[in-house]
């Protein structure tokens, strides 16, 4: 158990509907991270954030949005789901800086 | 644009033989951390070595050395000793924390198999 708990972990939904993913980091850590994985694109980062704050943004879809709540759990919305959709998601936290980086186990969505 | 580049897709090496995965990478930054990160079927990422890129000597870690070349821009990975459990997809990383942000870039990966 890396610390980092990401739910679900298997996710299968209809194209143009909407769902959430959710990520709860590793105690004390205040950085979230998600992360794309898909065949084609490979591990593409989406968005930090940092206490709550969005610190930067990737290569995130405008249907994608996040947030990083109060309790520092982060929760990642996916609206108008396409077939193209379909990847792993990963969520990593860190207290700051580059190191002590930890990955969840992420959620597989499949998009039908 | 920071880009990472791992040319060999698949390598497979003999079980208790030594392998070499290949990463290049480019960037204008001065300051910036290198990792080779695996992920095993269990799709998990877990981190194998890292390097700071102030730091001229290559970093250890047990079986898993690295040889990085800043002027190359190079960061190959050597595993010695080959185990069946080194079997993984393989990712070369780096953050170059320019912008305040500590994101990681990866490469496509290099998927290993070790042969019994």
């Known amino acids: 158990d890396s610390g980092v708990t990401q739910t679900p972990k298997h996710l299968i939904t209809a194209t143009g509907q909407r769902v959430t993913l959710r990520c709860s980091p590793r105690s004390g850590d205040l950085s979230v991270y998600w992360y794309q994985q898909s065949l084609d694109q490979g591990l593409q980062f989406l968005i930090q954030?940092?206490?709550?704050?969005?610190?930067a943004k990737g290569n995130i879809l405008e249907r994608f949005s996040a947030q990083q709540f109060p309790d520092l759990h982060s929760e990642l919305n996916l609206s108008s789901l396409e077939l193209g959709d379909s990847a792993l998601y990963f969520c990593a936290s860190s207290v700051s800086g580059p190191y002590g980086y930890t990955f969840g186990s992420g959620t597989r969505l499949t998009v039908v | 644009a920071q880009t990472v580049t791992q040319s060999q897709p698949e390598m497979s090496v003999q079980e208790a033989e030594t392998v070499t995965l290949s990463c290049t990478y480019d960037t204008s930054e001065n300051n910036y951390y290198l990792f080779w990160y695996k992920q095993p079927p269990s799709r998990q990422m877990i981190l194998v070595i890292r390097?700071?890129?102030?730091?001229?000597q290559n970093a250890t870690e047990n079986r898993f050395s690295v040889n990085f070349q800043k002027a190359a821009k190079s960061f190959s990975l050597k595993i010695s000793d080959s185990q069946l459990g080194d079997t993984a997809m393989y990712f070369c990383a780096f953050i170059a924390p320019g912008a305040g942000s500590y994101q990681l870039t990866f490469g496509k990966g290099t998927k290993l198999s070790v042969i019994p």
């Open positions: 954030y940092y206490n709550g704050e969005e610190r």
């Open positions: 390097q700071e890129a102030y730091k001229q």
